[in-house]
């Protein structure tokens, strides 16, 4: 069965990647020439896409709470590369990832189509960069996702957030909204930080070849109730951070 899946999902993700190409190229001629328009035609496909790319994973979606209308600033634990299609099949956003993703095959055009804001952490004038775009998208009604963790895990803790990112919410005094994810498979089933989660140093090919192997795994999505608003950033990354934990009933 699990030669079975895999010959068939893999398939379906293709199709699924060519028809996001087609649909750009039709669509762009239209909203060319408006930033909004432009916004709103990319959000669609990016909401349709991720949808089906997480039903032919075999993933079965619950969602709880309200998500935020944009523009917004939103931040989450960060588990895996399927975090992005979880979260873009629910909201409309872009997402600040690190500068090595733009390169990635496939991964790397998307994301780049996407809008994604991408950042060399270990530069401080990128982050200056990046920080003015965040400021335009949010100006131009656009939501942003940030993963303040900085790297993916397993789910076991929720690691301490990095407060850098989160100067845009400080200086528009914009109110941060926090989500959490949690993925699970069932009983007979190796457990989700072994194969749904991607952290440390495994290689991608052979865990998405695992993944699309295996029968699904549930998804948690949980918008947080409220959004946190500070005037300091460490504090508003510490604060983000317990709400996250507490979500996930982990100690924070």
């Known amino acids: 069965m699990a030669v079975l899946r895999t010959a068939v999902r893999l398939p379906l993700m293709v199709v699924t990647i060519a028809a996001f190409f087609v649909l750009w190229g039709l669509g762009l001629p239209f909203v060319a020439f408006s930033k909004r328009g432009w916004a709103r035609w990319r959000a669609f496909i990016l909401r349709t896409i991720s949808r089906s790319l997480l039903w032919a994973f075999g993933a079965r979606v619950e969602v709880r709470g309200t998500p935020p209308r944009p523009p917004f600033v939103l931040v989450s634990n960060h588990l895996s590369y399927i975090d992005i299609l979880l979260l873009a099949s629910r909201l409309d956003t ?8 733009a390169g ?9 189509l996407m809008g994604t804001l991408f950042i060399d952490r270990d530069s401080r004038r990128d982050l200056t960069r990046v920080i003015d775009e965040m400021n335009r998208t949010l100006s131009r009604g656009s939501g942003i996702v940030v993963f303040p963790e900085g790297t993916s895990t397993n789910g076991r803790e929720v690691l301490v957030f990095r407060p850098s990112l989160l100067e845009t919410a400080v200086r528009l ?20 930080e072994d194969t749904v989660c991607w952290w440390g140093d495994q290689p991608f090919m052979p865990h998405l070849l695992n993944l699309v192997s295996m029968p699904g795994f549930r998804a948690e999505l949980h918008f947080g109730p409220q959004p ?15 709400a996250v934990a507490s979500q996930l009933s982990l100690a924070s």
């Open 94 to 101: 872009v997402f600040v990832s690190k500068r090595e993703v």
């Open 104 to 112: 990635w095959p496939v991964i790397g055009v998307l994301c780049r």
């Open 173 to 192: 005094g914009q109110p941060v909204a926090y989500a959490s994810l949690r993925y699970s498979t069932g009983p007979a089933a190796p457990p989700a």
């Open 228 to 242: 946190i608003e500070s005037s300091d950033r460490k504090r508003l990354a510490y604060e983000l951070r317990r």
